[in-house]
């Protein structure tokens, strides 16, 4: 508690708050939020794949899309065209809504192929998508 330093002998408590300490804190604090506000904003959250060996997913619930180098689709080693492939996806992911989907594409399929195989997917309710590759 500060006390005033006048002449007169009876010493009373100041009333004042210095606010220049908060003020100055305040305005550290908006300079932080204004410079990492946009990095928040545009950061990217991606899971990036490990280069090791994993273990296989259960077989449980899952369903297999294969993409080969002519852009013929197969569902679980059963010929499928891409106009009917969202009414299969959408039966089953109706029998198991836990289903992951494994999508392997062949390497010389155009990835417009392999995009539009996605969108169907998603669009048929598919939240698990994994791509199978070579180690």
């Keep these: 508690m500060a006390f005033k330093t006048d002449s007169s002998s009876d010493?009373?408590?100041m009333s004042e708050i210095?606010?220049?300490?908060?003020?100055?804190v305040m305005l550290v604090l908006l300079v932080v939020f204004i410079v990492t506000a946009p990095l928040l904003t545009q950061a990217v959250?991606?899971?990036?794949?490990k280069t090791e060996k994993t273990d296989p997913a259960?077989?449980?619930?899952?369903?297999?899309i294969a993409i080969d180098a002519h852009g013929n689709l197969t569902v679980n080693d059963k010929p499928q065209v891409l106009?009917?492939?969202?009414?299969?996806?959408?039966?089953l992911h109706a029998a198991?809504?836990?289903?992951?989907?494994?999508?392997?594409?062949?390497?010389?399929?155009?990835?417009?192929?392999?995009?539009e195989a996605m969108a169907v997917a998603h669009k048929a309710g598919i939240n698990k998508l994994a791509f199978i590759t070579r180690e």
């Excluded at 959250?45 to 794949?49: G, I, K, S």
């Excluded at 259960?58 to 369903?63: I, N, S, T």
């Excluded at 106009?83 to 039966?91: K, S």
């Excluded at 289903?99 to 995009?115: E, F």
């Design 11 to 13: 010493r009373e408590a």
């Design 18 to 24: 210095n606010v220049t300490p908060l003020v100055d």
């Design 96 to 115: 198991d809504p836990e289903l992951t989907v494994q999508l392997q594409a062949d390497a010389a399929v155009p990835y417009g192929k392999v995009a």
């Design 58 to 64: 259960p077989e449980k619930h899952l369903a297999t």
């Design 45 to 49: 959250h991606v899971d990036l794949p």
């Design 83 to 91: 106009a009917a492939l969202d009414q299969q996806l959408r039966g």
